[in-house]
């Protein structure tokens, strides 16, 4: 199979190239990156040293570039599109809605468009959890749960959500839609929860949490949701949305307090900060569709997934230092003259 990965020099991206070309040997895939500050061509030195111009090919672009896209969906003999690329994170959105609203949705839009135009036969959007909304105490996401997005990016992500959709039903172009819980694992960019609580626990740094900590997320490791994304891409139903979750909801400050007790460091380090504006209380992923339609469910507990995942930070402390580039610390600084760090 050829697969055109959008975003995969991302986080999740990298790890979903990984894993087809190492478990399917008839794989080729060609990576369309733009390489934001979240996009690390290091992510994928292995699959490079690898695997090269033979299964792995990379073209340094934007999604939003029509004539490179349709160049590229005419000009290589795709089967299917997996969909990672996207600006994915709230407190930026919060900030700057705009980047968010032209990856993400006219980003998207281009690339449905290009790939009904070339005919291609199965396109795979990747979603999140958050365009659903906010639950109370009580109550699961389903497929089927009224979009309510609370943040820019959510809403972002939810338009692109819709316009895939509407392909489906205008056109009849095979996209599916997945949605996921919050990810962890290998090469997140530590700008999110859990590695930049485990970097600031390691250098002994006051580490932030939001309003009391009581948000409640359901996480799911990244090999997992790589796997549901593969299932969806060879089993799918056209037209279908999949919900693929872990199964493990944790406050963020359980999360916090976890990461201090594995890594050895006291709970004194923690720092509550002026909420988020429009905080999401709680989400949580019923995931019956995807075990009944495509055979997934996950496989990695959050307690072994938690201890691989600060292992791995552990024994790259060189990736970790290289990631942190300058955008990056220039948000940081943002981030705490606004939330009163």
Same mark, same amino acid.
């Given at each position: 199979?050829?697969?055109?990965?959008?975003?995969?020099?991302?986080?999740?991206?990298?790890?979903?190239?990984?894993?087809?070309?190492?478990?399917?040997?008839?794989?080729?895939?060609?990576?369309?990156?733009?390489? $934001?500050?979240?996009?690390?061509?290091? =992510? !994928?030195? %292995?699959?490079?040293?690898?695997?090269?111009?033979? @299964?792995?090919?990379? /073209?340094?672009?934007?999604?939003c570039d029509q004539s490179l896209v349709t160049d590229l969906m005419h000009g290589?003999?795709?089967?299917?599109?997996?969909?990672?690329?996207?600006?994915?994170?709230?407190?930026?959105?919060?900030?700057?809605?705009?980047?968010?609203?032209? $990856?993400?949705?006219?980003?998207?839009? =281009? !690339?449905? %468009?290009?790939?009904?135009?070339?005919?291609?036969? @199965?396109?795979?959007? /990747?979603?999140?959890?958050?365009?659903?909304?906010?639950?109370g105490p009580t109550g699961v996401f389903t497929e089927d749960t009224p979009l309510?997005?609370?943040?820019?990016?959510?809403?972002?992500?939810?338009?692109?959500?819709?316009?895939?959709?509407?392909?489906?039903? $205008?056109?009849?172009?095979?996209?599916?839609?997945?949605?996921?819980?919050?990810?962890?694992?290998?090469?997140?960019?530590?700008?999110?929860?859990?590695?930049?609580?485990?970097?600031?626990?390691?250098?002994?740094?006051?580490?932030?949490?939001?309003?009391?900590?009581?948000?409640?997320?359901?996480?799911?490791?990244?090999?997992?949701?790589?796997?549901?994304?593969?299932?969806?891409?060879?089993?799918?139903?056209?037209?279908?949305?999949?919900?693929?979750?872990?199964?493990?909801?944790?406050?963020?400050?359980?999360?916090?307090?976890?990461?201090?007790?594995?890594?050895?460091?006291?709970?004194?380090?923690?720092?509550?900060?002026?909420?988020?504006?429009?905080?999401?209380?709680?989400?949580?992923?019923?995931?019956?569709?995807?075990?009944?339609?495509?055979?997934?469910?996950?496989?990695?507990?959050?307690?072994?997934?938690?201890?691989?995942?600060?292992h791995w930070y552990q024994d790259h402390g060189t990736w970790l230092d290289e990631?942190?580039?300058?955008?990056?610390?220039?948000?940081?600084?943002?981030?705490?003259?606004?939330?009163?760090?």
């Amino acid at each position: 199979m050829h697969i055109l990965v959008t975003g995969g020099c991302g986080f999740i991206g990298a790890n979903f190239i990984q894993h087809m070309l190492h478990t399917y040997a008839d794989t080729v895939i060609v990576n369309l990156d733009k390489l $934001t500050y979240a996009g690390n061509r290091r =992510n !994928l030195a %292995e699959v490079e040293a690898s695997f090269l111009e033979t @299964r792995y090919f990379f /073209v340094h672009g934007d999604i939003c570039d029509q004539s490179l896209v349709t160049d590229l969906m005419h000009g290589f003999p795709f089967d299917a599109v997996v969909h990672f690329a996207a600006e994915s994170h709230v407190d930026r959105s919060i900030n700057d809605p705009f980047p968010f609203i032209t $990856t993400n949705v006219l980003g998207t839009q =281009n !690339l449905l %468009e290009a790939a009904r135009q070339a005919k291609i036969s @199965r396109f795979v959007h /990747v979603s999140t959890d958050e365009v659903y909304g906010s639950l109370g105490p009580t109550g699961v996401f389903t497929e089927d749960t009224p979009l309510a997005p609370n943040s820019p990016y959510s809403a972002s992500k939810a338009s692109s959500d819709l316009l895939a959709r509407a392909y489906f039903h $205008t056109y009849a172009f095979p996209v599916m839609i997945t949605r996921c819980s919050n990810n962890y694992g290998p090469y997140q960019f530590p700008e999110k929860l859990i590695p930049l609580t485990y970097l600031k626990a390691t250098r002994n740094e006051p580490i932030p949490v939001y309003g009391d900590g009581l948000n409640v997320r359901d996480w799911i490791h990244v090999l997992d949701h790589c796997q549901g994304v593969a299932a969806t891409l060879f089993k799918g139903q056209p037209g279908a949305v999949y919900n693929f979750g872990g199964d493990a909801e944790r406050t963020n400050l359980e999360i916090v307090r976890t990461i201090l007790r594995l890594t050895g460091k006291s709970e004194e380090l923690i720092t509550f900060v002026t909420d988020r504006p429009g905080h999401d209380l709680r989400y949580a992923m019923a995931f019956e569709r995807s075990t009944r339609d495509l055979g997934w469910t996950p496989k990695i507990s959050f307690d072994e997934g938690m201890e691989q995942t600060l292992h791995w930070y552990q024994d790259h402390g060189t990736w970790l230092d290289e990631v942190q580039s300058g955008a990056y610390r220039q948000f940081m600084d943002t981030w705490y003259k606004t939330r009163g760090a």
